[in-house]
């Protein structure tokens, strides 16, 4: 059995699917869709067409109901033998082993659900042993519940009265191969997390500060722009999976900082708990930047994602900035005046936007451009002066060796 579970495609091109429920707006969908698309791209795969369908719920034998199923294939049958042939349906929401089954026997091309395709550029982008290993546990702790829909040319060969049919003895053998694998891959990950462990306690009592956020918000430009090292970044989801510590100087103040793996909606369960050691980083930061994508439509709701998880993470309070990003990106589209629509941040101004909750956050929150170098020095006297605060009291008889900013926010 492969250590990676790639998967296989006949064409790069995909359909994506999403669900309008009473609980999401078609509007909200089509933003879903349009992040299940940066998803599909970032795994070299090229959505080429979307379909929606309103539903109370998702059937749990096709997810979507029979007759957009019957739509979705002839839309595949039509585009056969072109440049234009789908060789993968990508659903936005995790799948059963039924559904997929059904969805694949029924549309016979390859289906991958929201996870699945997490998972699967997760594999791709994992470059460090302990990454690897981080990643093969949530593919395989993934797998397990889904290996059915690998012999169903097999399941009902049975033999009679107590005998067990070659089906099933497949299948109990590949469960424990996959068992025992993630027993080797955890206890692989707990003699890297002791290691990491004493990692960080060797760094001794220097403030550690973790950049956090939502995933492709520029938390690895800032770092760049911060520590004025190189760690790779680009317009992708999950550029970042292995965390990366550096040494920043902000006037005459060392700390460490910490760049971390984005959240996203519907993180897989799988992921947060193989990234155990990645998110003990989280936890043990004294300062939390959490920096934000402004330019994006649904950058409140990104905020939310990313408190809960951390909620989820780390119970425990501690300092916050939030660092509104890519100001340099922001646009606003005015409402005309017979317009009656609800007013959202799409139609309001930066500065306006600024006056809204914002306002209340005071010295925890500024706005910036990392990738224009916009309003940085503020950001570094802000954070110059919240890392004093922990350290002095950490310290409390060293605060003679700070120098501090003048009004200008220059050194």
């Known amino acids: 059995m492969k250590d990676f579970i790639v998967t296989e495609t006949k064409s790069e091109n995909a359909i994506l699917v999403g669900l309008i429920t009473p609980e999401e ?8 869709l349009d992040e299940l698309a940066f998803l599909a791209e970032t795994a070299k795969v090229n959505p080429v067409h979307r379909v929606m369908q309103r539903l109370p719920i998702a059937n749990s034998v096709t997810f979507v109901g029979t007759g957009k199923l019957d739509e979705i294939k002839e839309y595949i049958e039509s585009k056969e033998e072109s440049d234009e042939d789908i060789g993968l349906v990508i659903f936005d929401d995790e799948l059963s082993a ?5 969805i694949e026997k029924k549309l016979n091309v390859p289906i991958l659900d929201r996870t699945s395709l997490i998972l699967d550029i997760f594999a791709m982008r994992a470059q460090t042993a302990h990454a690897k290993t981080q990643v093969e546990l949530a593919q395989y702790q993934y797998l397990l519940p889904r290996l059915t829909r690998m012999w169903t040319h097999l399941d009902r060969q049975r033999g009679g009265g107590y005998m067990r049919g070659p089906g099933e003895t497949q299948l109990e053998t590949d469960r424990r191969i996959i068992l025992d694998k993630i027993a080797k891959l955890k206890k692989d990950l707990v003699s890297i997390d002791k290691q990491k462990a004493v990692q960080r306690k060797n760094r001794g009592s220097m403030v550690r500060v973790a950049l956090i956020g939502y995933t492709n918000v520029g938390k690895s430009t800032l770092m760049n722009l911060l520590s ?18 550096r040494k920043v100087v902000v006037g005459n103040l060392p700390f460490l900082m910490t760049d971390t793996v984005g959240f996203i909606r519907k993180l897989p369960t799988h992921l947060v708990e193989s990234f155990k050691s990645t998110l003990d980083e989280v936890r043990e930061a004294d300062i939390l930047i959490h920096v934000v994508d402004i330019s994006h439509p649904g950058f409140e ?3 939310e994602i990313v408190e809960k998880t951390l909620f989820e993470i780390d119970k425990q309070e501690k300092p916050t900035i939030i660092v509104f990003n890519k100001i ?15 007013e959202t941040t799409e139609n309001i101004s930066l500065e306006e936007l600024k006056k809204t909750w914002m306002s209340k956050l005071k010295e925890n929150c500024i706005f910036i451009s990392a990738k224009e170098n916009e309003n940085i020095e503020e950001l570094k006297k802000l954070l110059y002066n919240k890392v004093k605060e922990v350290h002095i009291t950490r310290f409390p008889y060293n605060d003679f060796l700070f120098h501090y900013y003048d009004e200008e926010g220059k050194e």
């Open 25 to 32: 707006s078609e509007e909200k969908v089509n933003e879903y």
């Open 98 to 102: 039924r559904q997929i089954r059904n």
């Open 228 to 245: 004025k090292s190189e760690i790779f970044a680009e317009d992708k989801l999950f550029a970042t999976l292995d965390t990366t510590v």
């Open 328 to 342: 340099d990106a922001f646009a606003h589209t005015p409402k005309d005046d017979d317009d009656l629509t609800p």
């Open 301 to 303: 709701e990104q905020i």
